[in-house]
């Protein structure tokens, strides 16, 4: 359970409470809506209210936000988990490759992201992924504790707000050095999972620049401005550069690397509640450090 407190400014005097609800603690339509049928969810100087009251300069409000439990309960999960930073509302954990971030259907027994999280929070609690890392893919990423917290970061997600980078390694010496991708991403025809660029597609755009390379392999740095599914992969691979060891978008070897070559590296966000600057970086991991000192 989660309390947002907040006192009125002048500048909101004499407006519906529901002003200050969705203006200042940004309260979505659909969690206001469930908070008004609950008892003493929405309290102005301390007696409940309707979000059609005034409200006056220097009166408080509390907003206490229940979290809901998770559908379904996930198997207990013993996965340890690398956890960056932690508060009352959020953490951020540095995944390692190979770990999907749910339960799969066609691994059962398989650690994951979710369970581990669930057994690490305990009380059915279910943790919102603000974004999601693909199964290969190792490094950063926030999970949030409320709906809340979750809503207002996913708002944030590819603005200044949260800014996301990572490290990869693609095949090739890739030319030129740096730049932005633009091209429209889509579902392949005929499958589920793949991706691929497409004039039918949803906007997608990713700034690159190469950091060191060779005539085999280019590490480099990968800024994506829009989220799409396996973005960087298809993207570098639209390039003519696919990441090492991408089975999907170039060729396996694991002789190379036995995962995508991708690691979310950095993160910088605003702390929505309490309005903290935070940015946490996350090394590579052996596999891929082992691979750049080829670079």
């Not at 090739?172 to 005929?190: K, Q």
């Not at 906007?203 to 396996?230: A, I």
Request: aromatic share 6%.
């Amino acid at each position: 359970m989660r309390t947002l407190d907040y006192t009125v400014p002048p500048e909101r005097d004499g407006q519906p409470l529901r002003n200050v609800l969705r203006g200042e603690l940004r309260l979505s339509y659909t969690l206001l809506k469930s908070l008004k049928w609950r008892e003493n969810a929405i309290l102005l100087n301390g007696s409940p209210a309707h979000v059609n009251a005034v409200v006056h300069a220097g009166d408080t409000v509390r907003v206490t936000l229940t979290e809901r439990r998770a559908a379904q309960a996930l198997a207990p999960c013993d996965l340890p988990l690398d956890i960056v930073y932690e508060d009352e509302d959020l953490l951020v954990i540095n995944k390692p490759a190979n770990v999907a971030m749910h339960p799969r259907r066609g691994d059962p027994g398989a650690p994951d992201i979710a369970s581990a999280l669930a057994s690490y929070l305990g009380d059915g609690s279910a943790a919102h992924f603000v974004s999601r890392l693909d199964k290969g893919t190792s490094g950063l990423f926030i999970a949030a504790k409320t709906g809340y917290v979750h809503d207002r970061l996913r708002v944030a997600l590819h603005t200044e707000g949260l800014r996301r980078e990572y490290r990869a390694i693609a095949v090739g010496r890739v030319t030129p050095e740096r730049g932005t991708i633009d091209l429209p991403i889509g579902r392949a025809d005929g499958s589920i999972v793949r991706r691929c660029v497409r004039e039918d597609g949803l906007p997608s755009q990713t700034e690159y620049e190469v950091l060191s390379q060779n005539d085999d392999l280019s590490f480099l740095r990968l800024v994506p401005y829009t989220g799409r599914t396996h973005q960087l992969r298809v993207h570098m691979a639209a390039l003519g550069y696919p990441l090492a060891g991408d089975w999907l978008y170039g060729v396996e070897d694991k002789n190379l690397i036995p995962r995508p070559a991708l690691h979310s590296y950095e993160l910088w966000f605003t702390q929505p509640v309490t309005g903290k600057a935070l940015h946490f970086t996350a090394p590579l991991p052996e596999d891929m450090a082992a691979l750049c000192r080829r670079c």
